[in-house]
């Protein structure tokens, strides 16, 4: 499967699904993201499809919506579909047996809604896929978009959603042939500004430790003079604190160079390329990637591969 899809007809039952199960902005026309990351992403995949416009809280229409003459990529958009039928409650996936995991409590509480009987799964499970649950028009468009066929998931399927990575289904595909050979691929054929960047990111000097900690420092004596000294405190104030702070914050920018710049189909994007991609963040499988060639290309850097 290409960053195309199976077909350019997917691009109008998308626009009509985001359009519609995007929570409506509550004044004016539009929709509010909520800074839900299934929002956000929704929000994208319609400004990026040409029917609007990108605001601080979420989008608007344009008045005169038009596709662009390159559609962003499929994959991209499909990740945000699934996302968006996710949250709003339009789509679901179910454990081998069909029922649905436990409901969480949330802290001090026993209990947590009523129980229900889950309907049953009209998706049906295809190699390392599971079941699920989709409804009409969730089905429509997740259809549309040549993920399901016949009541189950289609081969095009399996790789897009080890990018979601369901926790009903526990997906194993770090042995995968075709993730360990994607490796390969991302670590011997890496643009050379790609390199750069990546050595930049992953550079943390003793200075720069220094300065973290120092700040930090004041930042939490102006905390504990204002709300006291049990306050809570949020900043480095050891150098030791301030590289583990570091060091968190560089494996997050080191996801984001692989949420904005890889896919498992394509590899590293070119320039052109990745202007057609949306910015999937929680990628577990842009993630695993990260780790896999952190791991090769900074062998003395383990902090990389968590």
């Not at 984001?256 to 070119?270: K, N, P």
Request: some cysteine; glycine content about 8%; aromatic content about 8%.
């Amino acid at each position: 499967m290409t960053a195309d899809g199976p077909h350019s007809h997917w691009a109008a039952d998308t626009i009509a699904f985001l359009g519609g199960n995007l929570p409506p902005a509550e004044e004016g026309n539009g929709w509010e993201h909520m800074f839900s990351s299934a929002c956000q992403m929704g929000c994208e995949a319609l400004v990026a499809l040409g029917h609007a416009e990108k605001t601080e809280w979420g989008a608007v229409p344009l008045e005169s919506p038009r596709l662009p003459s390159l559609l962003p990529r499929w994959d991209d958009v499909a990740i945000a579909v699934l996302g968006l039928a996710e949250q709003r409650g339009k789509f679901a996936y179910r454990q081998r047996d069909g029922s649905v995991l436990p409901r969480q409590a949330p802290p001090g509480w026993t209990t947590y809604g009523r129980a229900r009987v889950p309907s049953t799964p009209n998706v049906g499970a295809v190699d390392s896929l599971g079941l699920a649950r989709a409804e009409p028009e969730a089905l429509s468009v997740l259809q549309s978009l040549g993920l399901i066929a016949d009541g189950r998931w289609t081969g095009a399927s399996e790789t897009l959603l080890w990018r979601r990575q369901p926790q009903e289904w526990h997906l194993e595909f770090t042995s995968d042939p075709r993730f360990t050979g994607a490796v390969e691929r991302a670590v011997n054929a890496i643009p050379h500004e790609v390199r750069a960047e990546m050595d930049r990111i992953v550079t943390i000097s003793e200075d720069e430790a220094l300065e973290t900690a120092a700040r930090g420092a004041v930042a939490n004596r102006k905390r504990r003079a204002k709300h006291g000294p049990s306050t809570v405190l949020l900043d480095p104030e050891t150098p030791e604190q301030a590289r583990r702070h570091l060091e968190f914050w560089r494996r997050h920018d080191l996801d984001w160079l692989f949420f904005r710049g890889w896919r498992l189909a394509d590899g590293w994007l070119t320039p052109e390329e990745t202007e057609r991609a949306l910015e999937i963040f929680h990628d577990v499988l842009a993630i695993e990637m990260r780790r896999a060639v952190a791991a090769r290309l900074y062998p003395d850097l383990p902090f990389l591969a968590d």
